[in-house]
């Protein structure tokens, strides 16, 4: 008896063996292939050089969050090129970012683009914004050298997730009634709370935010249509001819879902990442600022629908957990690093995005209108004449 199960476990380690070699060229092949992508794709963005544009918001702004939704649009750039340019030069879709950062409580609107889309980027800002003035600026990340030896700095980082699946959109400026230009006494802007928040911080104090994004595959389509019919309780088996009873038997808020989610697959769709940081010099960082960049997009939350919620943050809940003390500083100079080179998406960082379509894009970033007064938020004191003429049309 003892023999037979010292012999059915011999055969088993052998076969297993067998198994394992069986399919060792093709996990060699594998990731061999997954590395050789990483390689040439971060060779291809280190070689195509971006740039950061500031734009200087105008005095007066009576249009709503849709010519910015316009804006994005145009950024909308999802051509990787051939099969050469993918997988021998390493080509991947353009990727932009979208920043409202306060230095020291003063409030600035950026947008970090390849410099190959500069121009593009310029003429869609000035056709929905001509009194808007757009500068190419110096990256601010780079006048904080946190993480160097001696460096007076602090961190604190956190990265966002939806409450619930991409197909169901957040609350947007739609739902606010910002798509029908009220008068500005009437006007209900859920950027004016975050803008706010940011302008209150002291002069030793940054906040950095940025909405990175690139277009989203086609695939995305297909995932919605598929909550879409869940929803709708299609029967994607019945007969021909058929009535599917389900969708008569929606409640109100059912419906609203329904609404909500049909609305998605008209609009362009991007694969997007938050990621917000809160810097402190000499000691400075402040445990409620820390809690209000968590709170200050629930402002964006559709309790029915969809939402934002913390997906990480740059520290530990329990002490216990970093008893060396290197596991925090090890995650917060990743999370710095990644803010520095704007990856989300490709490496260095490679993270699950949220989808997003250009209305909920333009909900969260968009130039405010007089509703917000933060003392902060500077404006161009002029009005300008026209954009420049020797943008390209």
Known sequence: MLDLFFKSGFDLLVGSSQFFLLWLPFLLAFLWWETYLYYIRAKWLKENPAVLLEIKLPREVFKSPMAMELVITALHQPSSGNLIDQYVKGRTPACFSLEIVSLGGKIHFYIWTPKFFQNIVESAIYSQYPEAEVYEV????????????????????IEFQF????????KTYVDYGLDKDPKEEFKIDPLTSLIEFMGSIGPTQQIWSQLIITPAPKTWKDVVQKELDKLLKRDKVKKEGETNWGEFALSSGEREKVKAVEKSLAKLAFNSGLRVLYLGRDGSISIPTYVGMMTNYKQFCAQHLNGFKTKLTASLEYPWQDPFKIRVP????????????????????SKKPLVMTTEELATVFHIPGQVATTPTLERIPSKRGEPPANLPI
């Open 138 to 157: 110096e990256d601010y990340t780079r006048a904080v050298n946190y993480g160097s030896a001696g460096s007076p700095w602090d961190l604190r980082g």
């Open 330 to 349: 090890r995650l917060r100079r990743k999370f710095f690093r990644n803010y520095l080179y704007r990856s989300y998406h490709y490496p260095p960082a």
């Open 163 to 170: 409450t619930e699946a991409d197909p169901y959109p957040i």
